[in-house]
Structure formats: C-alpha cells, structure tokens
C-alpha cells in the first residue's frame, strides 16, 4: 500500500512569490490535513480538508491556501512569500479524520530567500 | 487555545535505560493522545495511543501512562537503544479537531 507523497520535496523561493504543494493521500483515504513545521513552533496545524470540504481552519494568514481534488489529492497554495515562510509542511492523512491514525507524509522543505 | 506542553525538550539516556517523554493539556475535551516518532528528513509516523478510558498502553517497548485527574500522559521507552533516538511529539484531538501537538522532545541514546 503506497504511504503519503508530497511534492516537490525541495523548493526555494523568493519573498513575494507564491508556492503551490501538492498530496497525494493513502487511497481510500479522504481527509487529508496540513501542518507547518518549524524549530520554533513545532508542528501547527494548517487546514483539513475532507471529501473535497475544508472542515477544520487554523490560525493562519490568508495568504494560506488550500484545496482538495474529488480523487482525495489535496494542493497547498501559499501567496506573497515572506521569509518567515521558510518551514516544512506536513501532509497528513486518514479515513475519516475522526480520531483515527493519521499517516504523514516525509513533508516538502520551503525555503523563502 | 488549545494547548499541549511536552517535557523535556531534550533527553539524553544510555543504551538499555528508561526513557520517560512527559505531556500536560488544558482542555478536557480532548479524548484522544497519540505519541508520533519523527527520524531527521522523514514525516512524524504514529508509534502508539491511547484514550482516556484506560490508564496504560503498552505495545513492545512503549508504554503510554495516562492520568486523566492530572490532565498528564506519558512515554515510557523501556531498554531504550540507538535506534530509538529521534523527536517524539505528543499529540491530543477531539471529535473530527485536527491534532494538537507537544512541542517535540529530541532523545538521544548513547551506546
């Protein structure tokens, strides 16, 4: 059974520009959640989509975006770059999302010069 | 806010010892705790949990103690190895919430 695949793993960008992240979920899986990585914040939450459907929000700026296909893979948009961007971003997925075993991918490494 | 303290941030232990990963939460609705294992350049992977109808979870070498009076649940790693060295984040959620993590505690096991 294929695990979770991110995309691209690596990227760099320049402050202002705008990034798209892409996840392919476990199949059958059809909640798919993102997380923000960072030394200083750790892992927070970003958003959870689910059957196409934002269903959970985190504290984020606007510039944060996020979408979900009908086949389950989910991108992530991030616009107007800032270096405080500069993160690795977790996909995560699971059947429901309700408290079950959530499955990580290996995340893509942002850095915004 | 939701929130999850993880302690200590840093642990050293020798090869074959005890290895104990602490974890406080505020908010009582929280009715699932999983502990994730995260190797340098790979994704968190679950490595055991527990909810808070039981006090202890033991799979293999890892035991979850939960306290639910205290709010508190930990990690206990039994002849801890070399292997297990990585950073172990705790994590709690309720219903259909996302998952609410420690701020991660990096082990260290000396051989």
């Known amino acids: 059974k294929a695990g979770v695949t991110q995309t691209p793993r690596y990227l760099i960008k320049t402050r202002g520009q705008q990034v798209t992240l892409s996840c392919s979920p476990i199949?059958?899986?059809?909640?798919v959640s993102w997380y923000q990585q960072t030394p200083g914040q750790g892992l927070q939450f970003l958003f959870e989509?689910?059957?196409?459907?934002?269903?959970n929000k985190g504290n984020f700026p606007g510039r944060f975006s996020g979408r979900q296909f009908s086949n389950s893979r989910s991108e992530m948009n991030v616009s107007t770059l800032e270096l405080g961007d500069s993160a690795l971003y977790l996909c995560?997925?699971?059947?429901?999302?309700?408290?079950?075993?959530?499955?990580f991918g290996q995340g893509t490494r942002l850095t915004v010069v | 806010q939701q929130q999850v303290k993880q302690s200590p941030q840093s642990l050293i232990v020798q090869k074959g010892g005890i290895s104990i990963i602490n974890c406080a939460y505020e908010?009582?609705?929280?009715?699932?705790f999983p502990w994730y294992q995260q190797f340098p350049g790979k994704g968190p992977a679950l490595l055991i949990a527990?909810?808070?109808?039981?006090s202890e979870k033991k799979e293999g070498r890892f035991t979850i103690s939960f306290n639910k009076s205290a709010k508190q649940f930990s990690l206990h790693i039994m002849d801890s190895q070399p292997g297990d060295s990585a950073t172990y984040f705790c994590?709690?959620?309720?219903?259909?919430?996302?998952?609410?993590f420690g701020k991660g505690t990096m082990l260290l096991v000396s051989p």
């Open positions: 989509y689910f059957s196409e459907t934002q269903r």
């Open positions: 199949s059958g899986h059809r909640s």
């Open positions: 527990i909810r808070p109808d039981v």
């Open positions: 995560a997925s699971s059947n429901t999302g309700l408290n079950t075993e959530a499955f």
């Open positions: 908010n009582t609705a929280f009715d699932y």
């Open positions: 994590a709690a959620s309720t219903g259909y919430s996302t998952l609410t």
